[in-house]
């Protein structure tokens, strides 16, 4: 059984006015230098081996599990050659082991302001935090840049396999009172315990909740009032499974 919903993260997502009209460019990138990410000089690559190098990574913030993707290269006219052309992509769940996903190439772009961009890589359903292109060629400038990443993700909370059972978020974190859960579940008949410990382990607050049927979110009253600044561990548990999830909080005034 499975849950699944999709969304999309858009990355320097400088687009253009929208067209009303069916003769419009839908995709369509500006000319403007700003509207994207430049490198005129290389520094030291996450990952060791490629030794120093222009590169750019994303910290996405979660697990999520991407899919296709599409690039608008380096589009402003008198600058075009610093486009980026062959570059490489590698992506992480933690931002130290890296998978390489490939070798790919980018073509030139336009330079009008009806440039769409290229289709990208395709991650088929890879699960990662932490995506790393590194480019190794551009079509000759002195800088190597791109315009925009557009890539299309599935929500991680919206997915949920037999073997995970839920899937628990909680934020904002840090936190200063009280913490907001979002949580899905196979089972949303089950109740709900939450339990907050320092990080000594010891507890602070245990209580539980019901779900209730096509809602993801729950305030989690912590009183962050009576605890002191520091690092906390809030377990999420269904009691009807033995699974449970771990989110570590830091308390901030």
């Avoid at 995709?27 to 403007?32: A, I, V």
């Avoid at 305030?219 to 009807?240: A, C, M, V, W």
Wanted: charged share 15%.
């Amino acid at each position: 059984m499975m849950k699944k919903g999709h969304l999309y993260i858009l990355i320097f997502a400088f687009l253009s006015t929208p067209c009303i009209s069916a003769q419009c460019y839908p995709d369509r990138h500006s000319t403007n230098w700003f509207d994207g990410w430049v490198s005129c000089e290389k520094s030291p690559n996450p990952i060791a081996s490629y030794g120093e190098t222009h590169w750019i990574m994303y910290d996405l913030g979660y697990d999520y599990v991407l899919n296709e993707t599409k690039l608008w290269n380096a589009n402003e006219p008198k600058n075009l050659n610093y486009g980026i052309n062959d570059f490489n992509v590698d992506y992480s769940l933690d931002g130290v082991t890296w998978t390489n996903l490939g070798a790919f190439n980018l073509e030139q772009a336009s330079g009008l302001s009806t440039y769409e961009g290229a289709e990208g890589p395709d991650f088929n359903a890879t699960k990662a935090r932490y995506v790393l292109i590194t480019p190794t060629s551009n079509f000759g400038g002195d800088c190597y840049g791109f315009s925009e990443l557009k890539m299309s993700i599935t929500d991680p909370f919206l997915v949920i396999e037999e073997a995970d059972v839920f899937n628990a978020m909680a934020y904002p974190n840090p936190f200063i009172n009280n913490v907001t859960l979002r949580m899905v579940s196979l089972d949303e008949s089950a109740p709900v315990n939450y339990a907050l410990y320092d990080i000594l382990g010891r507890t602070i607050i245990s209580n539980t909740f019901n779900m209730s049927e096509g809602n993801d979110t729950y305030e989690l009253p912590l009183q962050g009032n009576t605890l002191s600044i520091g690092i906390y561990i809030l377990k999420i548990r269904e009691l009807y499974i033995s699974l449970h999830q771990k989110v570590k909080l830091s308390f901030a005034r």
